[in-house]
């Protein structure tokens, strides 16, 4: 059962990590779709190399949401609904980087969570970043509201376990 969740999760690139990608990526300047494909070779080491039939119908897709935009010299940058998108990715990412790192210092119980805790975060980042086109700002703000609960509640049984080890 792990060799299979592993082959899914450790072979390839997460599923939405390439709409976030692009967006992170023009959020430093605006880019050429070629550009952006160079630009993940490059920082991947050549690890990895999206293809145009990734990028640009994602890029389209982008536009469409409004996340981002073509400059007349065409290139992508992102829009102030992209920008306020990805910051809000960044926050949650953050959290949830810092709550890894206590529960992968609580040995293999942490781990097992942590692995559970990282697909789960998957699969909702995969269903949102599907759907955020359709959501109106009450639904968006009803799943940040969700999100931010749940990662309350991480804190605070991280908090407990944190005094639970200290105890022993």
Not at 26 to 43: N, R, S, V, Y
Not at 69 to 88: H, R, V
Not at 99 to 124: H, P, S, T
Not at 145 to 157: A, G, V
Request: hydrophobic share 35%.
């Amino acid at each position: 059962m792990t060799n299979q969740w592993f082959q899914r999760v450790g072979s390839a690139i997460p599923r939405g990590f390439s709409r976030y990608y692009i967006l992170e990526l023009l959020g430093t300047k605006p880019h050429t779709g070629k550009e952006i494909i160079d630009a993940a070779d490059l920082q991947s080491d050549g690890m990895w190399k999206p293809s145009p039939g990734l990028i640009y119908p994602l890029l389209g897709r982008l536009l469409d949401e409004g996340l981002i935009e073509e400059t007349k010299d065409g290139k992508y940058q992102i829009t102030k609904k992209g920008k306020a998108t990805s910051d809000d990715l960044e926050a949650v990412n953050k959290i949830i980087k810092n709550q890894l790192d206590v529960l992968m210092r609580v040995k293999n119980v942490g781990r097992f969570v942590a692995m559970d805790l990282i697909e789960r975060m998957n699969m909702m980042g995969t269903l949102l970043s599907s759907n955020v086109s359709k959501m109106t700002k009450e639904e968006m703000q009803k799943y940040r509201k969700f999100l931010q609960s749940e990662l309350q509640k991480l804190d605070t049984q991280e908090s407990k376990q944190g005094k639970e080890i200290k105890i022993d």
